[in-house]
């Protein structure tokens, strides 16, 4: 008998301990669901677990390792379809994101009045012809010749911000840019192989590209909208343009592509590397700028062709090292100037919080006597 209760209140125990923990995931996944049911709530819920530093090292991650994969789906598999290669990431990424919304993960939209369609709409069909034109010039140019193009993003993006917005940047911020832009192209000048058509597409990339970091950032910042959300209005738009792109920019021979099971893995793995990369970036973009994201690009350039040389004994030449060392170098500069003026931004704008505490009259502190005494017979008769 003593062993039979000895026995009955273990398993009561532990069907306590089940309970608990049952309760806790409850709670856990109704507090998850509250905080995505609005738009105000689900922005505080990114910016608290996904801050610059993470934001940007999550995209980094993504960036080299979806490099590998389309190395592998374009070399090897002969996937030789850009255009369509993109328009299957962002399907699936549509997909995914469908898949979300029916299990309630999907954060809330701001209301459709915050922000017009045009916005929306705009964003979609850069988006199409930035990365649409990204993979077709990194099909028909050399790499070095597509990071040369890269470089010219970041004075557009500066440009752009300074007519659409005003915003400029300080002298010491343009110093260490201009010290990444020239190390880059030293780090790259080595490879500068294209065509006409090739060079005409990385041209008409440069402004789609700066247009589409600005206004996901500034939507992101400007109002409550979340990387996922935002992605949710403005990928079926996307999906449309790549449509109509796909018949001038793909080569022909689309149908004919031998879509068996080892194929097919390695697109869809390019594929949900790609919905990675857009969120990683979408984040990336919230949490820092336009510019600092390209500057971030360019960082993966330099690594790949500094690791490529510490670990796989490739050569690329004195110079070419000696670029990618100045590139980091004035990314390191860059990126400490921005968080500098991350930390003083929030003073400026707060000046009230670093004021002294102006002294109380006798008046004043006599009122607040008689109000703290109210409110103490007040709760007394509660």
Same mark, same amino acid.
């Given at each position: 008998m003593g062993l039979w209760r000895h026995a009955r209140k273990f398993i009561k125990r532990k069907y306590s301990d089940a309970g608990e923990a049952g309760r806790a995931l409850e709670e856990a996944r109704g507090t998850l669901y509250n905080d995505l049911r609005t738009s105000e709530s689900a922005?505080? /819920?990114?910016?608290? !677990?996904?801050?610059?530093?993470v934001a940007m090292s999550f995209n980094f991650m993504v960036a080299v390792s979806i490099i590998l994969a389309n190395k592998l789906v374009m070399g090897k598999v002969g996937f030789n379809y850009p %255009? !369509? #290669? @993109?328009l299957i990431h962002y399907t699936v990424s549509w997909t995914l994101m469908a898949l979300f919304k029916g299990l309630s993960w999907l954060?809330?939209?701001?209301? $459709?009045?915050s922000t017009p369609f045009s916005s929306l709409f705009s964003l979609g069909f850069v988006m199409a012809l930035s990365n649409g034109l990204a993979n077709t010039s990194l099909k028909h140019n050399s790499v070095g010749f597509y990071q040369m193009a890269k470089i010219a993003v970041t004075p557009t993006i500066v440009l752009t911000e300074f007519i659409l917005f005003g915003k400029t940047i300080s002298y010491n911020k343009v110093m260490a840019l201009a010290i990444v832009s020239v190390g880059v192209a030293v780090a790259t000048v080595t490879d500068l192989e294209f065509n006409v058509f090739g060079a005409c597409i990385a041209i008409a990339w440069i402004v789609p590209s700066a247009v589409n970091k600005i206004l996901w950032s500034n939507l992101q910042q400007q109002s409550n909208w979340t990387a996922l959300a935002l992605m949710w209005k403005t990928t079926p738009v996307t999906i449309f343009f790549l449509l109509a792109l796909m018949p001038w920019l793909d080569p022909p021979g689309v149908l004919s592509f031998q879509w068996n099971v080892t194929n097919?893995?390695? %697109?869809?793995? $390019?594929?949900? #590397?790609? !919905? /990675?990369?857009?969120w990683s970036g979408a984040l990336a973009l919230g949490a820092t700028s336009a510019t600092s994201h390209v500057v971030l690009g360019q960082f993966k @350039?330099?690594? %790949?062709? /500094?690791g490529g040389y510490l670990l796989f004994n490739s050569d690329p030449g004195l110079m070419s090292l000696c670029g990618a060392v100045a590139a980091l170098g004035g990314m390191s500069v860059y990126t400490s100037l921005s968080i500098n003026e991350t930390k003083e931004t929030p003073a400026k704008q707060n000046p009230s919080q670093n004021q002294p505490a102006k002294p109380k009259t006798d008046v004043e502190d006599d009122e607040e006597k008689a109000d703290v005494k109210s409110v103490k017979?007040?709760?007394? @008769?509660d």
């Open positions: 922005k505080r /819920l990114q910016q608290r !677990f996904c801050g610059p530093v %255009i !369509f #290669l @993109t954060p809330a939209s701001p209301p $459709s009045k097919s893995s390695a %697109i869809l793995v $390019s594929a949900a #590397l790609g !919905f /990675l990369l857009q @350039t330099c690594v %790949i062709l /500094l017979s007040v709760s007394s @008769t």
